[in-house]
């Protein structure tokens, strides 16, 4: 089982970083977000997807999951909730006020 | 067991919180988000003592013992580190009641600014990895909003690339920690460097150790410092200069951190990697600040050349090389909050930031001028100011364990940071004053008072270095000795 989901998590990353290297504001918005799901897999993977039981003393079992990813994913999912609304709002300001969404406009080397 | 460690990290969080309520009431906002980062910094001092007398502080959050529940550990190390943020944040908040503008302080600018401070102070302050991770974000999305608070067209731009690198490589910290969780099945810091250290750190390991290396050196700037340039241009004065005060050093922090407790068996290997990586850096960075001729442009590309030269005291592992990484730390943090406040006071003053167009600043303004020009002979090392000693600790480890050349390009990118500060005064300060009173676009009035403090600060950390050499060399030995660290929180 691990090993597909490693093989899910390297297709969700592959597409994560094409899309993060495509012009398009959204579409790079949509490449991180997917790269942040693999990763969240990529976690629970870590402590081992065993069929064991629910971590919870005095139900007279042995044999425990580790509950420790999933509470760490928990968190992990919650932040990049954040994170993308932010991001989709900041995108759509921008688009508004500098008029584009194609980053390679946005590249300001006016320095240069 | 020490409750006063969660302080810094719970004020300004609780202060943060209750001054959204209030968002019209700027003299509220003011006096509170002033008196969050004082408390902040007084109980730093307090640990600080503590530590001094009875070694490393521990805290176990909700009574869990480690390594179950979260630890927070006050060592030497961070504890200076979260005292000289309150340092810089004080001065550079009082700043900012002069120059942000009334828009921006009622787009709750003090809320956005004690969250960052609560996620630097906890990154300095936690013990567990995951946490670690949570804190960077807790910053990270405070600095998303501050960056672009005010929504220029500027601000928007350089805002997105900032944040999509900061994402990509927040993902790749949690990679980071999925595949040390699989490893070793832990995530408290002390934790992790006992089991490494029985088990011995194998190739995959120091293949994560890499990953990480990676991270944080994306947060640092340290080589991976694309971003950061157009992005410490764009926000305004206070904002800039808490930013490259701070978050760069948080980055430093987590490479300290991380190969001086965990990933420290394999120097050969990850060490080397650090220092070539802390060379190219020097050098591009050097090259950036002797190169432009825009005021903030010489001074972020500044930032960059300091990350590299403080990383370079970490390659030698010598208790010389780690003093003066954390001397230069201290220095660095309050001389580029200072430096970027004076560069932009200038801006405020003339409008612009090519210094083709500014002259002759210091018949009007002395007193900016002459600090400005102390601040600079600070960075470049004159000996009795505060960038001295760490140039010279990091450059005798450095020499110790044979790399010469890392020495040689450190002391090589001094003269270059000579240089452009050099270039920037006499652009901006000698010559004509082509600037009369009224075509000033602005006043300095309230503004010399947060740069003069800050100053002080420094000229007081290189007089008084003799007071605090106990501290440093503290913070060192607690670095080069991670079963002090581990001893402190596991028991």
């Given at each position: 089982?691990?090993?597909?989901?490693?093989?899910?998590?390297?297709?969700?990353?592959?597409?994560?970083?094409?899309?993060?290297?495509?012009?398009?504001?959204?579409?790079?918005?949509?490449?991180?977000?997917?790269?942040?799901?693999?990763?969240?897999?990529?976690?629970?993977?870590?402590?081992?997807?065993?069929?064991?039981?629910?971590?919870?003393?005095?139900?007279?079992?042995?044999?425990?999951?580790?509950?420790?990813?999933?509470?760490?994913?928990?968190?992990?999912?919650?932040?990049?909730?954040?994170?993308?609304?932010?991001?989709?709002?900041?995108?759509?300001?921008?688009?508004?006020?500098?008029?584009?969404?194609?980053?390679?406009?946005?590249?300001?080397?006016?320095?240069? | 067991?020490?409750?006063?460690?969660?302080?810094?990290?719970?004020?300004?969080?609780?202060?943060?919180?209750?001054?959204?309520?209030?968002?019209?009431?700027?003299?509220?906002?003011?006096?509170?988000s002033l008196f969050a980062i004082a408390?902040s910094g007084?109980?730093?001092?307090?640990?600080?003592?503590?530590?001094?007398?009875?070694?490393?502080?521990?805290?176990?959050?909700?009574?869990?013992?480690?390594?179950?529940?979260?630890?927070?550990?006050?060592?030497?190390?961070?504890?200076?580190?979260?005292?000289?943020t309150c340092i810089v944040a004080f001065c550079c908040l009082i700043y900012?009641?002069?120059?942000?503008?009334?828009?921006?302080?009622?787009?709750?600018?003090?809320?956005?600014?004690?969250?960052?401070i609560?996620?630097?102070?906890?990154?300095?302050?936690?013990?567990?990895?995951?946490?670690?991770?949570?804190?960077?974000?807790?910053?990270?999305?405070?600095?998303?909003?501050?960056?672009?608070?005010?929504?220029?067209?500027?601000?928007?731009?350089?805002?997105?690339?900032?944040?999509?690198?900061?994402?990509?490589?927040?993902?790749?910290?949690?990679?980071?920690?999925?595949?040390?969780?699989?490893?070793?099945?832990?995530?408290?810091?002390?934790?992790?460097?006992?089991?490494?250290?029985?088990?011995?750190?194998?190739?995959?390991?120091?293949?994560?150790?890499?990953?990480?290396?990676?991270?944080?050196?994306?947060?640092?700037?340290?080589?991976?410092?694309?971003?950061?340039?157009?992005?410490?241009?764009?926000?305004?004065?206070?904002?800039?200069?808490?930013?490259?005060?701070?978050?760069?050093?948080?980055?430093?922090?987590?490479?300290?951190?991380?190969?001086?407790?965990?990933?420290?068996?394999?120097?050969?290997?990850?060490?080397?990697?650090?220092?070539?990586?802390?060379?190219?850096?020097?050098?591009?960075?050097?090259?950036?600040?002797?190169?432009?001729?825009?005021?903030?442009?010489?001074?972020?590309?500044?930032?960059?050349?300091?990350?590299?030269?403080?990383?370079?005291?970490?390659?030698?592992?010598?208790?010389?090389?780690?003093?003066?990484?954390?001397?230069?730390?201290?220095?660095?943090?309050?001389?580029?909050a200072?430096?970027?406040?004076?560069?932009?006071?200038?801006?405020?003053?003339?409008?612009?930031?090519?210094?083709?167009?500014?002259?002759?600043?210091?018949?009007?303004?002395?007193?900016?001028?002459?600090?400005?020009?102390?601040?600079?002979?600070?960075?470049?090392?004159?000996?009795?100011?505060?960038?001295?000693?760490?140039?010279?600790?990091?450059?005798?480890?450095?020499?110790?364990?044979?790399?010469?050349?890392?020495?040689?390009?450190?002391?090589?990118?001094?003269?270059?940071?000579?240089?452009?500060?050099?270039?920037?005064?006499?652009?901006?300060?000698?010559?004509?004053?082509?600037?009369?009173?009224?075509?000033?676009?602005?006043?300095?009035?309230?503004?010399?008072?947060p740069?003069?403090l800050l100053?002080?600060f420094?000229?007081?950390?290189?007089?008084?270095?003799?007071?605090?050499?106990?501290?440093?060399?503290?913070?060192?030995?607690?670095?080069?000795?991670?079963?002090?660290?581990?001893?402190?929180?596991?028991?």
């Amino acid at each position: 089982m691990e090993f597909v989901i490693a093989i899910v998590i390297g297709i969700l990353v592959t597409i994560g970083t094409y899309l993060l290297l495509s012009r398009q504001l959204l579409r790079i918005v949509l490449g991180s977000s997917l790269i942040s799901h693999s990763v969240n897999l990529l976690i629970i993977t870590s402590g081992g997807l065993k069929t064991g039981n629910a971590p919870l003393l005095g139900e007279g079992k042995v044999g425990f999951t580790d509950a420790l990813p999933q509470a760490l994913i928990l968190t992990a999912i919650v932040i990049n909730f954040a994170v993308t609304a932010f991001v989709l709002v900041l995108s759509y300001r921008s688009f508004k006020v500098n008029g584009t969404d194609d980053m390679e406009k946005l590249r300001g080397n006016e320095y240069e | 067991m020490n409750n006063l460690l969660i302080m810094p990290v719970i004020i300004p969080l609780i202060v943060g919180m209750v001054l959204i309520i209030f968002p019209k009431n700027i003299i509220l906002q003011r006096a509170l988000s002033l008196f969050a980062i004082a408390a902040s910094g007084l109980i730093t001092l307090n640990i600080m003592n503590q530590i001094l007398d009875d070694g490393i502080q521990t805290l176990q959050l909700g009574g869990w013992e480690a390594p179950f529940g979260i630890s927070f550990v006050g060592d030497m190390f961070s504890v200076l580190l979260v005292l000289t943020t309150c340092i810089v944040a004080f001065c550079c908040l009082i700043y900012a009641f002069r120059s942000i503008g009334e828009k921006n302080e009622k787009l709750y600018f003090y809320p956005l600014f004690l969250f960052l401070i609560v996620g630097v102070n906890g990154s300095f302050l936690t013990g567990d990895l995951f946490n670690l991770y949570v804190f960077f974000e807790v910053f990270l999305l405070a600095s998303y909003v501050l960056i672009s608070l005010g929504g220029g067209k500027k601000q928007l731009r350089e805002s997105l690339k900032y944040v999509f690198t900061n994402i990509v490589s927040s993902a790749f910290f949690l990679f980071g920690v999925a595949y040390l969780y699989s490893i070793t099945g832990t995530l408290n810091l002390a934790h992790l460097s006992s089991r490494i250290a029985e088990a011995g750190q194998d190739g995959l390991i120091t293949t994560v150790a890499l990953l990480f290396l990676i991270v944080f050196s994306l947060k640092a700037g340290l080589l991976l410092f694309f971003w950061l340039p157009g992005s410490y241009s764009v926000p305004p004065t206070a904002i800039a200069a808490i930013f490259a005060a701070l978050l760069t050093k948080v980055g430093i922090y987590a490479i300290f951190r991380m190969f001086t407790l965990i990933f420290y068996h394999e120097p050969q290997v990850t060490h080397l990697i650090i220092g070539i990586l802390a060379a190219v850096t020097m050098i591009l960075g050097a090259l950036g600040a002797a190169g432009f001729m825009d005021v903030r442009k010489i001074l972020t590309y500044n930032v960059i050349i300091s990350v590299g030269f403080i990383v370079a005291g970490l390659v030698s592992m010598t208790e010389a090389g780690l003093m003066g990484s954390i001397y230069y730390l201290i220095h660095d943090m309050i001389i580029k909050a200072l430096v970027f406040l004076i560069g932009g006071t200038i801006i405020l003053l003339t409008g612009t930031s090519n210094l083709r167009e500014i002259s002759g600043l210091i018949r009007r303004h002395p007193a900016l001028g002459w600090m400005f020009f102390i601040g600079a002979l600070s960075m470049v090392g004159i000996p009795p100011l505060s960038g001295f000693l760490g140039k010279v600790f990091i450059t005798q480890g450095t020499f110790e364990i044979g790399y010469f050349w890392l020495g040689g390009i450190g002391l090589l990118a001094s003269l270059f940071i000579l240089f452009s500060m050099i270039k920037l005064f006499m652009n901006a300060f000698w010559g004509e004053t082509i600037l009369t009173e009224e075509e000033e676009k602005g006043s300095t009035k309230g503004l010399i008072f947060p740069i003069a403090l800050l100053l002080i600060f420094s000229l007081a950390l290189g007089l008084g270095a003799e007071g605090i050499q106990v501290y440093v060399a503290e913070a060192a030995e607690q670095l080069l000795n991670p079963s002090l660290y581990i001893d402190a929180v596991l028991k």
